[in-house]
């Protein structure tokens, strides 16, 4: 599980966008013990400035009556980066 590399490369997003919504995602969904609301608050603290993570953000944080899906444990973000790597 993580961000849609090819995706955003396709549409046009700037290297820096990458690596901003790359590190946020780390931020929510990588290893931690914090709650979740507690990621999303550091993650908006970290990103503050990032209008594409802003926009990901404001998206988690509507409410909805489907929600948003979590990974049942930490992600092994190592993983990820080996393969997107290559």
Same mark, same amino acid.
């Given at each position: 599980?993580?961000?849609?590399?090819?995706?955003?490369?396709?549409?046009?997003?700037?290297?820096?966008?990458?690596? %901003?919504?790359?590190?946020?995602?780390?931020?929510?969904?990588?290893?931690? +013990?914090?709650?979740?609301?507690?990621?999303?608050?550091?993650?908006?603290?970290?990103?503050?400035?990032?209008?594409?993570?802003?926009?990901?953000?404001?998206?988690?944080?509507?409410?909805?009556?489907?929600? #948003?899906?979590?990974?049942?444990? +930490?992600?092994? #973000? %190592?993983?990820? +980066?080996?393969?997107?790597?290559?």
């Amino acid at each position: 599980m993580g961000i849609n590399l090819i995706g955003m490369k396709r549409r046009g997003f700037a290297r820096p966008q990458i690596h %901003a919504m790359r590190a946020a995602f780390r931020t929510l969904f990588g290893l931690g +013990d914090q709650v979740f609301a507690e990621r999303l608050k550091v993650a908006e603290a970290q990103h503050a400035g990032d209008a594409t993570v802003a926009e990901v953000l404001d998206f988690i944080r509507a409410s909805s009556r489907r929600g #948003l899906v979590k990974p049942t444990r +930490d992600l092994d #973000l %190592a993983e990820e +980066d080996q393969e997107t790597a290559e």
